[in-house]
């Protein structure tokens, strides 16, 4: 072929090219019409038009919308949509179409940043191609459809919006996923375990949420994983040991959530990991030293640290640190000269510590933007160069300087160097003198002067961190620095910007990012109310994201913790709304009053604004009581009257109770038995004096019935402790009424308290004596010193529960064990050969636990001693209790048998399982959370709702629970006919608990049948068998 021939021959190929380009190229016509249903329901305008020849020339971008096709189809004949990007544009309004499902050739999808709402189409899941989905930063609402777990192509997920409901376990089938963030949303529920299935996963960011639950051990399989973030949700439980594989990390942060245990050694051997953040949990012990000497560490952040003390190690060496801050962590001794050599260093919080000793002159040479020592013991000459080394910020307060600088040579700078807690002292007696002046406090915390509620409220408008008021009355500290790295002082000052509040207080705020503190000073010495005012008024607009924001912090009175873990918006209801926490009856001595607000860390950290830290409306403080009057000569009279009156009232009224002692509490004997299984006698006296008469000290519990005191004895020597139940008023006259209506009533009383004394099986508290004389009924039972199932499950042990009790940690395996106990239990009653009882008040109250946490049912002597009372015809208004019992207890025509127990087992077994009380109250919705309706409404995702201190290490746990759940699901069936029998339920327990099966007929061998020997010691019927107890089953009388 000649040269002439070949350029032709090119040239022809070339028009031919060019030609196709021209007319070929089609878009399918269902491509075509879901390409115009997308882009309309975007919201574009004006919008490109949209034909089968839209690709011919490929436009790409037109119209704020980036289109891109793939024409290498049939030839060059078929075109199919590959790329769509709308990225940056407001489309408020719009949203997603869900004909986009018909794009199977979709490769990439950005929708990011364009305000989008409504929710994300299910249909998205049939784009079998796409790789990138990226909806960041728009408005969208509802849960992530888990259709998404079938786009097996996908590599990058990206959320930030607000979506809701749990994270779909369907997300752990994407095999090639490298990115997946899902933070700022309002997801909820557990991290699903499936996630440890993707392996290539590189970035997990889960954090600014409200999940819960422990972190999955499962993530540990994560090997390839750089970035890890799951701050500022609830989570719980410890650091998994299975973590030590992620030996890739360089970013991890599980800050702002509540887990638990030692930081462990492991975190040194990520060798590659830059940054650190541990902040606002509930971490135990000290910071192991080897994290002291990560080489390539940039970020540290740990507080709040629960131990006895630690130094941070002399020799420690942080080369390429930039930011470090170890708040709150119990470190003592000095400061470390060694840290004056990390050449990067320009950040440093030691604040709130117990530091000793001067600050390093080594530290001359660090070109710190910030330091913080505050509230700690450091001592000396306080050195001049400290203003030149710090740039911006400076906080040396609540030390013990001796010569505290006071020259500010840098107008930008923030320092905060001089005052003491000899300062605050020192300022009230200054302005006190000998004497106190004052019986109120109100203060307009970050506004103006103002007279609101009849009170004439205070100015508060500073933005330093230092303010007093004019007068010297009181006087405001404010330490921290804000998260946000564009804040500045203006901050400090809050105003409500949507709404007016028609309370002018919520209008202004003050805002500090750690800690706010005011002294009141000049109080009288008395009690106080006093009364915090609350508004959130800075995470308020969904438009930027900042109504997703949380802010949490501690809330201390005189010292003492009143409110852990405080959320205005959670409390109130939502942004903008008022409420306030009042605290009565709070003593001021020395006149002196302290509000403390603290940011342990917890809440939103990265959510903008940023501005993290308490926030404060207004405070009011008032008398407890009125002040005083003087009193009239009659009023006198009176008073003098009712003194002497009184007291002979009083007597006559005990002694008609029958509250006076009689010899009959002399002659009493009753059996117990020492630690160590001897037996000695006591009587009834000592057993009452043992209560401190019922002091109020000694109760520990109540409940519907009456109140439980602790009886302590000491007998021959040895200190024994009896459980003594009052019955309550009611009660026992309700019971004295009937057994005196006739003879046989008398002796069907007498042989019901001899059936129940005599009852004894190992799930059983033993009921030692039943006392009733002249309107005084006691119950007396062996003391069990684990207390009782709901203080185990539910007790607060914050500072401000009025009697802490001894914190019991139920694992799964105890509690297994627990349910087994009840069942056994109520088996044992409801086989009884000569009487068939029915409890009828099973709930976690009258559970006990042993020093071995063995369950032991208590109360079952109102079922004997008591058939007759309102309880068997139940009409209690408290919704709680109404949900431990069977439907059938609502209709007083209906026979109740012992299937009612088996109904009020399966709710207390799913409060067990769940650690939750089966109907509890909802500051955030304002309603009552029914566990009922959770457990109906679950469904497969059962496992979700078990309780979230509990960590699932296996698999084989799992399945317990899940058979746990169907057990507790067939318990509480309505038509009791359909429930199964608490032998049925023993067998089953028993093989979840690999003990061996059980068949119905088989007897306890712990179980002991009363005997007619042991009947001998409470009736003088010696001879009387257990066969002449009344056969009729012990149940309700209609």
Not at 202 to 227: A, F, H, S, V
Not at 681 to 692: A, H, N, Q
Not at 899 to 926: N, W
Request: proline share 4%.
């Amino acid at each position: 072929m000649t040269v002439v021939a070949k350029l032709v021959s090119i040239l022809l190929l070339l028009l031919c090219l060019v030609r196709r380009g021209e007319t070929d190229g089609i878009l399918p016509e269902d491509e075509v019409y879901a390409l115009r249903a997308v882009i309309s329901s975007l919201g574009l305008a004006p919008a490109p038009s949209i034909s089968s020849s839209y690709c011919a020339w490929n436009p790409g971008r037109a119209y704020s919308i980036y289109i891109i096709c793939d024409c290498n189809y049939d030839n060059g004949t078929i075109c199919h949509i590959t790329r769509i990007t709308t990225a940056s544009i407001d489309l408020s309004g719009g949203g997603i179409h869900e004909s986009i499902s018909q794009l199977k050739y979709l490769e990439f999808l950005d929708l990011g940043n364009n305000q989008l709402s409504g929710s994300i189409p299910d249909t998205i899941g049939d784009l079998q191609a796409l790789q990138t989905l990226n909806l960041y930063k728009n408005l969208l609402t509802g849960p992530i459809p888990p259709s998404l777990g079938k786009l097996s192509s996908l590599k990058e997920l990206l959320y930030r919006n607000l979506l809701s409901d749990e994270i779909p376990k369907q997300l752990g089938s994407l095999s090639k996923l490298e990115t997946l963030r899902l933070e700022q949303n309002q997801l909820s529920g557990h991290i699903p375990l499936e996630l440890g299935n993707l392996l290539s996963l590189k970035q997990l960011t889960l954090d600014e949420n409200r999940l819960n639950g422990t972190l999955p051990g499962e993530l540990g399989n994560l090997g390839y994983l750089l970035e890890f973030d799951v701050s500022s949700n609830n989570l719980t439980g410890e650091l998994n040991q299975s973590f030590a594989r992620l030996r890739s990390l360089n970013f991890f942060s599980v800050a702002g959530n509540n887990l638990t245990g030692q930081i462990p050694n492991y975190i040194a051997k990520w060798s590659g990991l830059v940054s650190l953040n541990l902040i606002g949990n509930e971490f135990e012990g000290k910071l192991p030293e080897e994290i002291f000497n990560m080489e390539n560490l940039e970020v540290l952040k740990v507080s709040d640290l629960r131990n006895t003390g630690f130094s941070i190690p002399k020799e420690a060496k942080l080369p390429k640190i930039y930011n470090m801050v170890l708040r709150n962590c119990s470190i003592n001794g000095s400061i470390p000269d060694d840290i004056g050599k990390w050449p990067s260093l320009r950040y440093l919080d030691l604040s709130f510590n117990n530091l000793t000793g001067e600050i390093p002159g080594k530290f001359k040479d660090l070109k710190l933007s910030t330091l913080f020592l505050n509230r700690n013991m450091l001592n000396g000459t306080l050195p001049r160069w400290i203003s030149d080394a710090v740039d911006t910020r400076l906080d040396l307060t609540y030390n013990n300087f001796s010569k505290p600088l006071t020259e500010q040579k840098n107008p930008v700078q923030q320092l905060n160097i001089s005052l003491s807690r000899d300062d605050i002292l020192a300022m009230r007696d200054e302005h006190c003198g000998d004497k106190s002046k004052y019986n109120s406090l109100f203060i307009n915390c970050g506004g103006p002067k103002l007279k609101e509620e009849g009170h004439e409220y205070d100015e508060d408008n500073s933005t330093s961190t230092f303010g007093k008021d004019r007068d010297g009355k009181w006087v405001y500290t404010c330490s921290g620095h804000f998260l946000s790295t564009t804040s500045n002082s203006s901050d400090y000052l809050k105003n409500m910007t949507c709404g007016v509040s028609e309370n002018s207080l919520y209008r202004t705020g003050r805002l500090c990012p750690v800690a706010l503190s005011y002294y009141a000073f000049c109080l009288h010495d008395d009690q106080y109310n006093v009364t915090l005012h609350f508004a959130e008024t800075v995470y308020t607009k969904e438009e930027d994201y900042s109504s997703l924001g949380k802010r949490i912090f501690d809330v201390y009175i005189q010292g003492k913790c009143r409110q852990k873990d405080f959320e205005i918006k959670g409390w109130s209801g939502g942004p903008n709304q008022e409420m306030t926490l009042e605290f009565p009856y709070t003593n001021v001595q020395d006149n002196l009053l302290q509000i403390h607000l603290y940011w342990a860390g917890k809440g939103s950290l990265n959510n903008p604004p940023a501005l993290n830290g308490p926030l404060l409306s207004a405070i009011s403080v008032i008398p407890s009581k009125p002040p005083g009057k003087k009193l009239t000569p009659g009023q006198k009279a009176v008073i003098i009257m009712v003194s002497v009156f009184t007291p002979l009232l009083l007597l006559a009224f005990v002694w008609k109770m029958g509250w006076l002692p009689s010899r009959e509490w002399d002659e009493k004997k009753i059996r117990v038995q020492t630690k160590d299984g001897k037996e000695r006698y006591v009587s009834l006296r000592e057993i009452i004096k043992g209560t401190g008469n019922f002091d109020l000290q000694k109760k520990i519990g109540e409940g519907r019935f009456g109140e439980v005191y602790r009886g302590d004895l000491e007998v021959e020597g040895e200190n024994i402790s009896l459980a003594v139940k009052r019955i309550s008023q009611n009660l026992s006259k309700k019971g004295k009424k009937k057994s005196s209506e006739s003879q046989q009533e008398v002796e069907n009383d007498t042989r019901r308290q001899i059936f129940c004394l005599s009852l004894s099986h190992e799930n059983l508290v033993p009921l030692l004596h039943h006392h009733c004389e002249q309107g005084l009924h006691l119950l007396i039972y062996e003391f069990m010193e684990n207390g009782s199932l709901d203080q185990a499950l539910f007790s607060n042990d914050s500072d401000t529960d009025p009697k802490p009790v001894k914190k019991i940690k139920l694992d799964w395996k105890a509690r297994l064990g627990i349910c087994l106990g009840i069942a056994k239990g109520l088996e044992y009653m409801h086989q009884k050969k000569h009487m068939e009882i029915i409890h009828g008040n099973v709930n976690a109250t009258n559970i006990m636990l042993d020093g071995d946490l063995n369950a032991k049912l208590s109360d079952f002597g109102l079922a004997c001693l008591y058939p007759d009372d309102p309880i068997f015809h139940y009409r209690q208004k408290n919704s709680e209790q109404l949900q431990h019992l069977a439907p059938e207890w609502t209709d007083l025509n209906m026979k109740k048998t012992t299937k009612a127990d088996v109904y009020s087992f399966g709710v207390l077994m799913l409060e067990i399982i769940c650690g939750r009380k089966v109907a509890e109250y909802d500051p955030s919705s304002k309603s009552t959370k029914s566990l009922l309706d959770d457990v109906s409404s679950a469904k497969e995702m059962i496992l979700r709702l078990v309780d979230k201190k509990l960590t699932m290490s296996s698999n084989k746990e799992r399945r317990q629970a899940q058979e746990s759940f169907e057990l507790a699901r067939d318990c509480i069936k309505v038509s009791a006919n359909d429930r199964p029998t608490m032998s049925h339920i023993v067998e089953r327990l028993h093989e979840f608990t690999d003990e061996g099966d059980r068949s119905a007929s088989q007897v306890d061998t712990h179980s002991i049948e009363p005997q007619a020997e042991s009947l001998k010691e409470f009736t003088d019927q010696g001879d009387q068998s257990a066969s002449q107890v009344d056969t009729q089953s012990i149940q309700p009388q209609t």
